[in-house]
């Protein structure tokens, strides 16, 4: 009898993924109540209300104040985190950030929409004077903790001054620029250039602009952390979530060819314009990548892609427009701001240089809302990828 002769055991790649996930207090006591209600056949929690706000005032002292109000019953389980209790409701109020910017997020479980919009309003009344009014977006932010476990923060992030033309001459104006990306089918953007170029403050101005023209706070996901990248899960809740904006920052290292070992880059890929589309949300990623050819062809092809911009510093007379314009109101510190920048020394700057020699000027800082001026575009710059 022949005896098969023993071969090595095959090569094999296999992957395992563990996803942990935490059930809190408020978490468990909603989930008994939810079980409880489905067995009597009742419907008291079917609707459910969620809401957020930002004020200036210390979390403590918020909670403190909204834990003694008289029409419900109340429950501290946490430091930051408080259980509503009446007839009918139950809610989850939780307080992040410091005295002078604390986000409040409500959520509320009832019978009627009647109640659970009484609810939320009921809660805000008492802090809606400390609210923080020029809130351009929310901002929640994808990270690795300690543990390795994919963790969420949420901040309010407040509208800035209007954005200037100047800093992006190979714009025709930064207003049609963004409300035509905005209009557009095109899913992508992509924001290249070295640090200081302004790519931040154009991604800040489209995201506060997407809030102004929803009438509402956008929700915006953001991350830059590969491994958070890797795992389906903030994808999926990009897509079902109410995200209008997906922001990834510093993505050299996500926006390199797939031939190159790029394992990450498909899951954007399907998202922009595969079967699980993104319905109109946007993906705006920002690199410091010197050359345009180190991304990925396909995610900047047309049709997925709306523009592929590179940002250059700015040229020693662009530099002199914009102080012109940050100044047109003071020439004493439009002469401190251009000693300060020693323009004449170099033959180009860094958006970042001339916005810093302008705050670092003068005896007083200038805070003033600048009216819009139209800037006529430079035939000696462009900006790359339109479609």
């Known amino acids: 009898m022949n005896t098969p002769p023993i071969l090595p055991p095959a090569d094999l790649d296999i992957c395992?993924?563990?996803?942990?996930?935490?059930?809190?207090?408020?978490?468990?006591?909603?989930?008994?109540?939810?079980?409880?209600?489905?067995?009597?056949r009742d419907a008291t929690?079917?609707?459910?209300?969620?809401?957020?706000?930002?004020?200036?005032?210390?979390?403590?002292?918020?909670?403190?104040?909204?834990?003694?109000?008289?029409?419900?019953?109340?429950?501290?389980?946490?430091?930051?985190?408080?259980?509503?209790?009446?007839?009918?409701?139950?809610?989850?109020?939780?307080?992040?950030?410091?005295?002078?910017?604390?986000?409040?997020?409500?959520?509320?479980?009832?019978?009627?929409?009647?109640?659970?919009d009484a609810t939320v309003e009921r809660t805000f009344t008492g802090i809606r004077p400390y609210r923080i009014a020029d809130v351009a977006f929310s901002l929640n932010w994808r990270f690795l903790d300690g543990q390795g476990r994919v963790t969420c923060a949420?901040?309010?992030?407040?509208?800035?001054?209007?954005?200037?033309?100047?800093?992006?001459?190979?714009?025709?104006?930064?207003?049609?620029?963004?409300?035509?990306y905005l209009e557009s089918p095109e899913t992508?953007?992509?924001?290249?250039?070295?640090?200081?170029?302004?790519?931040?403050?154009?991604i800040r101005a489209i995201l506060g602009a997407i809030s102004q023209r929803r009438g509402e706070t956008a929700e915006v996901l953001y991350s830059g952390d590969s491994a958070v990248l890797k795992s389906d899960e903030v994808f999926l809740q990009?897509?079902?979530?109410?995200?209008?904006?997906?922001?990834?920052?510093?993505?050299?290292?996500?926006?390199a060819p797939r031939s190159e070992g790029n394992h990450t880059l498909h899951r954007f890929l399907n998202i922009a314009d595969g079967i699980a589309s993104a319905h109109g949300k946007k993906i705006i990623f920002s690199t410091n990548l010197p050359n345009m050819r180190d991304i990925d062809e396909a995610l900047v092809r047309p049709g997925r892609c709306f523009a592929h911009l590179y940002l250059e510093e700015l040229q020693a007379s662009e530099a002199r427009r914009l102080l012109d314009r940050l100044c047109e109101q003071s020439a004493e510190l439009r002469a401190a701001a251009l000693a300060h920048l020693s323009v004449d020394s170099r033959k180009s700057f860094s958006v970042a240089e001339v916005y810093s020699a302008f705050r670092n000027s003068g005896p007083q800082r200038v805070s003033a809302q600048f009216?819009?001026?139209?800037?006529?575009?430079?035939?000696?710059?462009?900006?790359?990828?339109f479609n």
Request: charged share 25%; proline share 6%; net charge negative.
């Open 371 to 385: 009216p819009r001026h139209g800037a006529a575009r430079d035939p000696d710059r462009v900006a790359f990828g």
């Open 188 to 202: 992508v953007l992509v924001l290249q250039g070295s640090p200081g170029t302004g790519k931040t403050r154009l």
């Open 16 to 40: 395992t993924e563990v996803y942990l996930r935490e059930h809190t207090f408020p978490h468990a006591m909603l989930q008994s109540l939810l079980v409880t209600a489905h067995a009597r």
């Open 238 to 255: 990009f897509i079902a979530g109410d995200y209008r904006a997906f922001v990834v920052e510093d993505a050299d290292h996500l926006l």
């Open 45 to 116: 929690f079917s609707v459910m209300r969620e809401a957020q706000i930002a004020v200036r005032r210390d979390p403590g002292q918020l909670l403190d104040q909204l834990a003694v109000c008289g029409e419900w019953l109340t429950l501290r389980p946490y430091l930051t985190t408080l259980i509503l209790r009446a007839t009918g409701v139950f809610g989850t109020i939780e307080v992040k950030g410091t005295p002078e910017h604390c986000t409040v997020s409500v959520q509320v479980w009832t019978d009627t929409s009647e109640r659970g």
């Open 154 to 180: 949420s901040t309010e992030e407040r509208a800035s001054e209007d954005l200037l033309d100047e800093p992006y001459p190979a714009l025709s104006g930064v207003n049609p620029f963004m409300e035509e």
